[in-house]
């Protein structure tokens, strides 16, 4: 049992408070995410046995770690460019590692990270495990979330788009170009973004007096196989859609090569839009109709995020949401007019 003359290590007063060692690293460095009662709790306990600060085994390296659950398509290759322009300004380095979809592996690069020992880790499309997070936080290595895959908590810091907006511009457009028989091809529903694009799609058809098909509902999986399978079921229907919104540009390549397997021509019979305007959109044949995501522009906001945690800075917000728009090119058209 501590005494007055054995002060508590972090993990010591965690376990005596009952919360997380990210949270009692929170209070002892007077950052403001943690409610009135835990932090009142966890300052009396200090006061009643005292803190021992652990020194730190060695410098942060002049590193930035960026952590992405698999390297395929054009989209790591955005968020690199956006974290090293500004690791580039201060002088940094920028770490990739890739967990590759396997989990089995993510704790050996937890601890090769730890050895590196960054001046942070920003994790795309992934939150880490609570534990991974915790060693994180007992080492002093800050974390932001970018793009994350599920609702971050309110203590940990992110950048995302404006998703739900993106789903309902892109499915506006062809509303307003006169379809009504509307595909989607979602991402995974494990996915927050996935999720929000799909409602933003449901709230345009609502709006606009639509029923929302079930039908014309495909669960894809942000690939571009996932956009071939599912676009090839719709297109299938005997009341086929005249429209698909593919939740990202990788899909909608897939939405493309389906309508050229069955005979349709993009957009004379088929009208497609995707999500990201990813560099290769414009050379799409058509070049596609999409709803860019700034994910440069994302990328080097949680690089700033994260140097600002790494000197000790408060921010300003913990979470960041930056706006899509729709970028309007030629692969959609009106619906085709009914034969007869």
């Not at 932090?39 to 060695?58: D, K, T």
């Not at 908590?153 to 789903?167: E, H, I, K, Q, T």
């Not at 540009?249 to 990813?278: E, K, N, T, W």
């Amino acid at each position: 049992m501590a005494t007055e003359s054995s002060p508590l290590t972090i993990a010591q007063l965690a376990e005596l408070a009952g919360v997380s060692t990210a949270t009692v690293s929170k209070v002892v460095n007077g950052r403001a995410e943690v409610s009135s009662e835990t932090r009142a709790a966890v300052e009396e306990l200090i006061r009643l046995h005292g803190y021992r600060r652990q020194r730190r085994r060695s410098t942060p390296t002049a590193l930035v770690e960026l952590v992405f659950h698999a390297l395929e398509g054009d989209y790591p290759v955005e968020i690199t460019k956006g974290v090293a322009q500004v690791a580039h300004e201060h002088d940094l380095t920028v770490g990739i590692s890739d967990l590759r979809r396997d989990r089995s592996a993510a704790d050996a690069w937890l601890d090769v990270v730890l050895r590196r020992r960054p001046s942070g880790v920003i994790a795309v499309f992934e939150g880490l495990t609570e534990a991974q997070r915790e060693q994180l936080a007992r080492s002093e290595i800050p974390l932001v979330l970018l793009d994350p895959a599920d609702v971050p908590a309110r203590d940990l810091p992110s950048v995302g788009a404006g998703n739900w907006n993106g789903g309902l511009i892109a499915t506006r457009h062809l509303l307003e170009l006169g379809h009504r028989r509307i595909g989607i091809v979602t991402g995974p529903d494990s996915a927050v973004s996935s999720r929000a694009r799909l409602d933003g799609y449901r709230t345009a058809l609502d709006m606009a007096g639509v029923p929302a098909d079930p039908e014309l509902i495909g669960r894809g999986d942000f690939f571009i196989e996932g956009g071939l399978a599912q676009a090839e079921r719709l297109l299938r229907l005997p009341d086929r859609p005249t429209a698909i919104f593919a939740a990202n540009d990788g899909q909608a390549i897939g939405v493309y090569h389906a309508a050229h397997r069955l005979g349709l021509r993009v957009p004379d019979d088929l009208s497609v839009v995707g999500f990201d305007d990813m560099p290769s959109a414009r050379w799409h044949l058509p070049p596609l109709t999409t709803v860019r995501q700034p994910l440069t522009e994302m990328a080097a906001a949680a690089t700033r995020m994260l140097l600002q945690l790494a000197n000790g800075e408060r921010l300003a917000r913990n979470r960041v949401e930056l706006a899509t728009e729709l970028v309007v090119r030629e692969s959609t058209a009106p619906p085709p007019t009914p034969a007869g």
